[in-house]
Structure formats: structure tokens, C-alpha cells
């Protein structure tokens, strides 16, 4: 084992820099883990960008990771060197109401590997051995990085409820809008559309499966989304959340419809039609992260071959060049841009 590892630092968007410390030790039930992939998350660049209501600067990012167990610490079972795993970040205290009821995504003592502590843009990290699952045989580490985007949307797909013949719109089309667009078309969703401001992006939603693309600052959109539809809107998952994406969800909703608030949104009030909240009987809903059966339908959804990751991945950088990862996560042109992490 080295003696020391390198580590991303973020203090801001303009100050990104590799570090090197001394390489850690799996302690109880633990393990140690040397990182093959990781990707760069919205909530990354929101954070280095200084916009993220619950990550603080600086930090160390990393938490949508592959890699391959190197020591395994006392206690820790279930795991041997040599095999590659997905680490799922929520650290959870198991105590709570939220986590004795199988909710802990949203335990109350909440913090994310990779956002709240230091996270696996690194050579070499630690983690507790239940927070990791094995890398299915066949699935390569590219395919495996998408497991925890994907876990988001599968989760808020859920909450949404049955989608079987329903009409779906995804507000957004970034990574997470793109893969809520796959996770609602594997779960029945009749026809779908895909609002943004980029055409590129309305563009790749199309190859990936969108039954209408449209902008999202058109003036009629209303009017556009249920013609496109050929009716009213069932279900509208907000993968944007500010006060213009809130309004449009609450106009393009249908009675007794359902609004899902994917997205992290912004610090502060964000107006919100009650009275059609109340006339419609719409609800309302927020999504945090996924639990373990989430993780596992993502993993078989890729395994499956349903999300065309060649659409998904569109930028590869070595740890050394983590900085341009994370300008690069900016670009419109982009959509998941992943780390790649080799031997110092």
C-alpha cells in the first residue's frame, strides 16, 4: 500500500486542487477501498459553485463511486480484497423513527460520503461495509458509476406511484431529468415530455426516448406540453426547482395530479400557487436520494441495458485534471462527466 494518496480538494469552482495525505486504514467493519471511477455530481458543481444549500466549502467530492475493495477491517464481512463494489453514500444513524422505518434516506442525522465527509475522489478511502454493493459480473466500471445517478430517479419514480398509461413531464433535462425520462418510460409511463432552455439537450432527450421535447421559457407552454400529450398532465417531476419550474408544474398539472421535487433547490422561499394547489387536490412531493432497493433496480436497469450509456457519459478525466472535470460538468454540451482514477 502507498504511503500516501492523492485527495481533491474543493474550495471553489476556480480553486480545485489535488492534495496529498497519508493513505488511510480500514478500521472496525470497515473497508478500504482504491477508487477506479467516480463521477462529478450537479450537486458538485452546485457546492463548488457555492449554491448548495447543504454542502458547505471546501469539501472533498466523490460520492458516485466504483471501486475495488484493497483490505478488508476487522469485522467487516461480506467482502474480500479484489472485489469491485458501488458505494451507496447515506450515512444514516439507524436510530431514528425515519430509519427504523426502512426511510433512512431521511434520517434525521443524515450526512452524504463524498458531501458531508470526505468522499472517494481519491486514490484510497474507507467506508463502513454496508454502505457498498458488489459490482455485477459483466457490468464494467463505466456502467457501474451510473448506478447511484440512476438510484435518484428510480426513487422519485416510485414516490410518483404507478405510472402504467399515464402522462409524464420531466422539467429538466440534465442528468438526473434525463434518467427519470428512462427510469418513467421503464415504469409505464404512456408518453413523455422533456422541457429545457438548451436544444441540445432537448435534442438528446429525443434519442433517448422523449415522446416531445419543448422549451422550457416558451410563453405557451401549457398549451404546447398538452398538445403534445394529446391531453392533460398526470405526473410532473421538477428536476430544476426554482420559482419558474414550481410555477409550471403547478399549471401543468392535472386535477388530482402529482408534482415530484427532484432537484435541490435553492436557499430560501420559493412562491407557490396554494390555491391551485388546493382547488386540484395536486400533491406535492419531495425525493431524497434512494435506499437499497433502489440501488438494486438501478443496478438491474443498466444491467438490462435500458440506459444507452454512450448518450449518458460524454467525458472522461484523469484524477490529476479533476478541476477541468469539473468545468466540464458545466458545459451544456455535457451530461455525466465521470474521474477516472489510476495508481499514483
Known amino acids: 500500500m502507498p504511503q500516501q494518496i492523492r485527495r481533491v480538494l474543493v474550495r471553489s469552482i476556480d480553486d480545485i486542487a489535488v ?159 434525463l434518467l427519470v425520462l428512462a427510469a418513467a418510460r421503464h415504469a409505464g409511463a404512456a408518453r413523455i415530455a422533456v422541457t429545457d432552455l438548451l436544444p441540445g439537450k432537448r435534442d438528446r432527450a429525443l434519442r433517448l426516448g422523449a415522446d416531445a421535447v419543448l422549451p422550457a421559457d416558451a410563453p405557451d407552454l401549457v398549451h404546447q406540453v398538452r398538445d403534445a400529450l394529446d391531453g392533460p398532465v398526470d405526473v410532473i417531476f421538477d428536476c430544476v426547482a426554482r420559482e419558474q419550474s414550481m410555477a409550471q408544474a403547478t399549471d401543468l398539472v392535472t386535477k388530482g395530479g402529482t408534482i415530484i421535487v427532484v432537484g435541490v433547490g435553492a436557499a430560501g422561499p420559493t412562491p407557490v400557487r396554494l390555491d391551485l394547489v388546493q382547488d386540484r387536490e395536486i400533491r406535492i412531493e419531495g425525493t431524497l436520494m434512494y435506499t437499497a432497493d433502489d440501488y438494486r433496480s438501478a443496478t438491474a436497469l443498466i444491467a438490462s441495458g435500458v440506459i444507452d450509456t454512450d448518450e449518458i457519459v460524454t467525458a472522461t478525466f484523469p484524477l490529476e485534471e479533476a478541476a477541468k472535470a469539473f468545468a466540464a460538468s458545466l458545459a451544456p454540451e455535457h451530461v455525466k462527466v465521470l474521474v477516472i482514477v489510476e495508481g499514483p
Open 19 to 177: 492534495e496529498r495525505i497519508a493513505a488511510p486504514v480500514a478500521g472496525d467493519g470497515e473497508l478500504l477501498v482504491r477508487t477506479t471511477v467516480v463521477g462529478v455530481c450537479g450537486s458538485d458543481t452546485h457546492a463548488a459553485l457555492g449554491h448548495h444549500p447543504f454542502m458547505p466549502l471546501p469539501y472533498h467530492p466523490g460520492h458516485e463511486a466504483v471501486g475495488v475493495v484493497a483490505a478488508v477491517g476487522p469485522g467487516a464481512e461480506g467482502f474480500a480484497p479484489g472485489d469491485r463494489v458501488i458505494v451507496e453514500p447515506n450515512l444514516f444513524c439507524g436510530q431514528c423513527p425515519q430509519c427504523r422505518s426502512g426511510r433512512y434516506n431521511i434520517c434525521q442525522e443524515l450526512k452524504v460520503f463524498g458531501c458531508q465527509t470526505p468522499g472517494a475522489m481519491t486514490d484510497l478511502f474507507t467506508i463502513p461495509a454496508g454502505r457498498v454493493h458488489h459490482v455485477p459480473e459483466g457490468m464494467t466500471d463505466i456502467e457501474a458509476a451510473l448506478v447511484e445517478p440512476l438510484a435518484t430517479p428510480v426513487h422519485a419514480v416510485a414516490k410518483a406511484g404507478d405510472l402504467t398509461g399515464r402522462t409524464v413531464v420531466v422539467l429538466g433535462a440534465g442528468p438526473i431529468g
